[in-house]
């Protein structure tokens, strides 16, 4: 297995890239959304070309809609073997029709082609493994020379046991070097016509905030024209690096409502999905940098969010947060209450109660804002489900109804917001209630959550058994 290299984005990294490729060596360029993978294969693509490299073909695979047919897969590699101007001579049918072009365009070159493909993960899974397996045939044979990028999706299908193109040099990208990231910052400040009082500064400043992160500057420089825009600014008068801008920059880009919000946005979805990463994040945002204990050098998941980066230490690897900006941005979005919200959504309520007994009690309510309205939603669900999940494994009467009573009531306080309650249970159609009186000091928000879910309570939990005999059933009072 190629081991994967970590590496940020240079004009040594770009040679390097080239003179690999030129060597008849394949590449695959693992990382984030945002993070430069689409600006290095555009620079690669032009270095070879600089160079009197092959016909190189290009592919984008992200498109709309979705790419979820071979038919149009190969439709689409025809086009960019067409534009690439290489001559196609049919042959007869290829091994998999969606490389017959190939093979096709190949058939009487002294030397192999070059594909770059972005964002194989693009596809659907299946085309995307039946796409690679007709990609490592191509090379292995010595008719192609692929450059492949890809984000989380992309990592398993060419890492681990069931990867399907083990046959190329393996680099997660983690940003931009300083170097880069000044002469792109300088490029698009002068095209936006935005002066600086000492542009190197404010470029090795935000270099510095963002973590070496393209899509921040260029979303920091359309915020900056647009915070100018209603000042009549003079000619001559020119942006100063200041305290005051950095504390701004920091409070208005680490918002989800922000500039960056696109880039927020997928990373926690991207880690919502991922439940075994969350006690590292946990362990990050208590530490800011937590020792890598990881069984391969593949990129975790964390990094293929944009979350973090690793780095060498004298005693090993360790994960830190990509960039200050995104440590503001995690420590707001993932408190406790959202960190419980996680596991209960997976299922695990121990560890959910263990972060909701984290909380202040008022900050118990939920939600708190109408952004977190799904959220909450959700959650709700999944306390539903798995009540009677846990109705469905006992038998009636109170002896056997522990369980279903100590999750019903911890939900009760800590996703309902109820301060008190009483509960029962039904059996043989005789209704037995134990508990002292409810009483009714809820807030306005825990009502609405009451009101919205004691019917779905009702209806999952007393469900009749075989044999006359009912479920457990749990009841409300409000």
Sequence with gaps: MIPFSYRRISEQFI?????TVLSGESLVLLGSRFVGKRYLMRRLRDR???RLAGPIIELELLVEPEITTEERAEEILRRAIASADVEIAPQAPARTKLFQA??????????????????????????AQLFLQGTRVQ??????????????DFRDLVFGPNSEFTCANQFVIQGYEEDEFSKYFLRHSHDLAIEFESPETMASQLWRLSGGNIHTLRAFLLWLVEKRAPLRRQEGDKVKDTDALTSE???????LEG?????????????GEEPYCWDVLMDLIRRERTPLVWVNDAPTQLELAGVAVREPTTSGVQLRFASPLMTSFIRRYYDDRRFGNLYAGAGDWDKAFEQYLLLDPEKTIQPSSFNERAEVSATIGALCSSLYSESTKHTSGPENIAAI???????????LGFSGFHSGYTTRGEERWAGSEFQP????????????????????LSRPSSGGLSRPGIGISC
């Design 259 to 271: 500039p960056l919000a696109s880039l927020y946005n997928r990373a926690t979805q991207s880690l």
């Design 102 to 127: 190939i093979e096709e365009a190949s058939r009487h070159r002294q030397g192999p082609l070059i594909l770059f493909a972005a964002n194989v993960d693009g596809m659907t899974y299946q085309l």
């Design 441 to 460: 000091t809820l807030s306005r928000q825990a009502k609405m959550n009451a009101n919205s879910s004691k019917h779905c309570y009702q209806r999952s």
């Design 405 to 415: 009573e100590s999750l019903f009531t911890r939900g009760c306080r800590y996703v």
């Design 249 to 255: 920059v920091v409070d208005v880009f680490s918002s």
């Design 15 to 19: 040679d390097e890239l080239s003179d």
């Design 48 to 50: 070879l070309k600089e």
């Design 139 to 152: 090379v292995e044979e010595g008719r192609l020379i692929a450059v492949l990028s890809g984000e989380r």
